[in-house]
C-alpha cells in the first residue's frame, strides 16, 4: 500500500500585488481626492463663521444648523436683520473661529458619516489602503477587524444614526422656513429649491440606513402580525439598496446648498426669486 504525503499548509505564494488587469485604482484615488476636498472645504465653512444666513428669506446654511453662537441672533444681511438661532443660544461670541457655530449637530453628522459601512468601505480603500481593492495585496501586516479601539466605537452607528435623525428633523425646518417671501409672507426662490432638495437627498440617506432599517422591522418572529411595519420595512429595504449613492449624492448637495446660502449671504449673488 502506498503512502500518500499531504501537501503542505501554505499560502499561495504571489509576487505580484494582484493579478487583475483592469483600473482597480480609479476607485480609491478619486474617492481620496473627493473625500479630501469635502473636508477641507466643510472644515473652513464650518469654522469661518460668517456668510452663513440669509435673514430676508431666512436661508440657513446646514453646516450651521442649529446655530448656537451669540452671533446667531440679529445677523443683518443688505439692511435685512434676522435670528438664525431658532433653538437658543450657549456660545459666546468670542469662540467664532475656533468653535463651530453648529457645534452640537456637527459632532453627531461626522461621526454618523464617519461609522456608516458606505463610508468604511470608502476611507477604509483610499486613506488605509486596507485593502485597496478587491483582490489586492493590502501593505499592512496583519488584520485586527474592528474589535480594537478605535474602531470598535463603528459599532456605535445606530446610536449616531439616532441624533442624524433628530438634526434631520432640524434641517427640515430650516428648509420649511426658507419659504419666505420679501414682504414677509409666502415665497420661493432658487434658495427655496435647493435647501428643499439637500434635505430630501438628507432623508433618503438617513432612513436608508442599515440601522434603521433595522429598527422598522427588526426583533420581529412573524411579520404577518406586524403589517404597518412590514410595509415600512419593505419601503426602507428598496431604498437602502442606493444607501451608498445617496451618501455620496449628499456630500454634493450640503456642498451646493452651503455655498449658494453663503453667496447669498455675502453679497455676491441675489437670489432668483420664482414667487414673491
Known sequence: MTTVEAPAKSRAQIKERTLRK?????????????FTAWVVYATVRAFWGAAFYVPEFHYLTPFYSPCLNEICNNVTVDGHTGDAAEFGTFLPAATRGWIPFAAISLPFLLLFRLTCYYYRKAYYRSFWAAPSA????EPHGKYT????????GQNLHRYFWLAAFAISLINTW??????????GGFGIGLGTVILVANVVLLWLYTLSCHSCRHIVGGRLKNFS?????????????KINQRHGM???????????????????????????????
Not at 483592469?22 to 473627493?34: A, E, G, K, Q
Not at 478587491?134 to 495585496?137: K, L, P, Q, S
Not at 426658507?178 to 414682504?183: E, L
Request: hydrophobic letters at 50%; aromatic letters at 16%; proline letters at 4%.
Open 225 to 237: 402580525k406586524h403589517p404597518f411595519r412590514y410595509r415600512m420595512w419593505g419601503w426602507v429595504s
Open 134 to 137: 478587491c483582490a489586492v495585496r
Open 246 to 276: 445617496y451618501a455620496l449624492i449628499t456630500l454634493g448637495s450640503l456642498v451646493v446648498a452651503d455655498l449658494y446660502v453663503a453667496l447669498v449671504a455675502s453679497g455676491t449673488i441675489s437670489d432668483l426669486r420664482i414667487f414673491n
Open 174 to 183: 430650516d428648509a420649511v422656513r426658507a419659504f419666505h417671501g420679501k414682504d
Open 145 to 152: 477587524g474592528e474589535r480594537r479601539f478605535p474602531l470598535i
Open 22 to 34: 483592469d483600473n482597480w485604482r480609479l476607485y480609491p484615488v478619486t474617492t481620496f481626492v473627493i
